[in-house]
């Protein structure tokens, strides 16, 4: 299993397939594994995918200090120059998405195109300070009461009613988290590239989830709107989690936008 260092610790990272580099992101509470094992073998026969594991997550190890943006930031930009030569496409889910953002900003000769989804650009407003707040105190006092409030916020009802009662329950048992998450979450709740947005001169694709309740589809607005040239795709009727269980729209617009030519 391949490792890389920062100035914070060492990066675990995935690696698959043979082609262009396609660097991926997770988010909050997931890893290389659980966010995108269900799509790599979609990208992995045109291109090398690099899945690093974010600091909270997988075997990637760091200092055990507060997480900040920058740090997360200098994991992706260390695993895709470890793993890949050349310009990169970056796909960032959630957190991962405002990470992808920054790198892009802040490593414009890494990134060729950019694909966010789900993400978000601000969660400093009181609405977003309530539900992290929420979050970190249910996972602190009990964790699995924090886990059946995430699927509650995280799916939408057509998905959670398609699960079934027996589906529903063996879910909640068998999902596993990282044990980051706490540290993943306090890091959400001060979010804010608001600033970082117009720097980036990259194709991007902004790919918003109609029932979002974790990333309201606002935030995908902000993002489309701060990003020079970006371009806007909506899933309606789609919660935050709900392409986890079926990848198949995501993975088209994706597939999509990675064949287009990024002049």
């Known amino acids: 299993m391949p490792f890389v260092s920062t100035d914070t610790g060492q990066v675990h990272y995935e690696i698959d397939g043979d082609g262009p580099g396609l660097v991926l992101v997770h988010g909050v509470g997931g890893d290389a594994q659980k966010v995108f094992g269900n799509v790599v073998d979609q990208f992995s ?27 997360l930031v200098g994991q992706v930009e260390a695993a895709t120059r470890a793993a890949v030569t050349g310009p990169v496409d970056l796909f960032g889910f959630s957190l991962g998405a405002a990470v992808a953002a920054a790198t892009a900003a802040t490593h414009p000769g890494l990134v060729r195109r950019l694909i966010l989804l789900g993400g978000v650009a601000d969660m400093t407003g009181p609405r977003a300070g309530l539900g992290f707040g929420l979050w970190r105190d249910l996972a602190a006092t009990d964790f699995e009461l ?9 799916f939408s009802p057509a998905v959670l009613d398609g699960f079934g009662h027996d589906g529903l329950a063996w879910s909640l048992k068998t999902d596993t988290w990282p044990p980051g998450t706490r540290r993943q979450i306090d890091l959400a709740a001060r979010i804010d590239i608001r600033e970082l947005l117009p720097a980036i001169q990259v194709p991007t694709l902004v790919i918003g989830l109609g029932a979002d309740q974790i990333a309201p589809i606002e935030q995908s607005h902000l993002l489309h709107s701060a990003i020079p040239g970006s371009r806007l795709a909506e899933i309606d009727g789609a919660g935050h989690l709900d392409w986890l269980t079926d990848p198949t729209p995501v993975v088209k617009l994706v597939q999509d936008f990675l064949t287009t030519d990024p002049a």
């Open 146 to 154: 924090f886990k059946r409030f995430a699927a509650l916020q995280g």
């Open 45 to 71: 026969g045109e291109h090398t995918v690099v899945r690093p594991n974010l600091s909270g997550s997988g075997r990637t190890t760091d200092d055990g200090a507060e997480l900040s943006l920058p740090a």
